[in-house]
């Protein structure tokens, strides 16, 4: 009896762990194949629109760009590079696509992520796709890089690899970083990335430590410039 206890127990605490995952302000897509829902040591698929989201966030922070191939027997391989466990999210970089995966990684964990599960129902290629780690709340991140393995990865690449969404169009996009407890340098331009207009921004392979980056960009009105700050450690 006490080990059957025992056992409950313990496969109470796993289930809970996995569904500590899941973000519950989402409201998962009505079509069950592809619905943002728990699917096996992650929570990932499609989810309703949310009625407000923020000007510009942090979409993708990885080592070398992110690459996989949109078939059926891919299979990426998310590497946690810190010391310590993280949250993993990756979320469509396209304006009007609902798409999240959700995970938590121990210290040099890595998580084996199949491509055919969601992201080939719903047609996102890599390009359309960021991918980031992140300890701290919801409203208070600090960003953290991962490394994704695929089939057609770039393994020697070493530098950072920064995504922004918009939530709205961007004509144009700068930005300038520091490590923490430094005054910021000159803005340089960011790079704006496909015709979706996310902004990407490629920094130094030898960056060690915490810094702070601020990114400011301008909306498609063309009137305003929307500035950001967001802290990330290397």
Do not use: H
Request: one cysteine or more.
């Amino acid at each position: 009896m006490k080990k059957m206890l025992f056992f409950f127990i313990v496969l109470l605490q796993i289930n809970v762990g996995s569904f500590a995952q899941c973000d519950k302000t989402l409201e998962p897509s009505s079509n069950p194949d592809i619905a943002y829902k728990v699917r096996g040591d992650r929570c990932e698929g499609a989810y309703s629109a949310r009625v407000a989201a923020p000007s510009i966030e942090i979409a993708g922070l990885t080592v070398g760009p992110l690459a996989y191939k949109l078939e059926s027997d891919e299979v990426m391989k998310v590497k946690n590079l810190m010391e310590s466990p993280i949250s993993i999210r990756s979320s469509a970089l396209s304006i009007g696509t609902y798409y999240r995966m959700d995970a938590s990684l121990k210290s040099k964990q890595t998580l084996e992520w199949s491509v055919n599960d969601v992201l080939l129902d719903l047609r996102i290629p890599a390009k359309y796709l960021g991918i980031y780690g992140w300890i701290g709340t919801e409203q208070e991140k600090t960003y953290l890089p991962v490394k994704v393995v695929s089939s057609n990865s770039n393994a020697g690449d070493g530098k950072l690899y920064l995504v922004i969404r918009p939530s709205t169009k961007v004509i144009r996009a700068k930005y300038r970083y520091a490590s923490t407890g430094q005054a910021l340098g000159e803005y340089e331009d960011a790079s704006l990335l496909n015709a979706k207009k996310a902004i990407s921004i490629v920094l130094p392979e030898n960056l060690k430590g915490s810094y702070n980056i601020e990114i400011a960009a301008m909306l498609e009105s063309g009137t305003e410039w929307v500035v950001k700050q967001y802290k990330f450690i290397k």
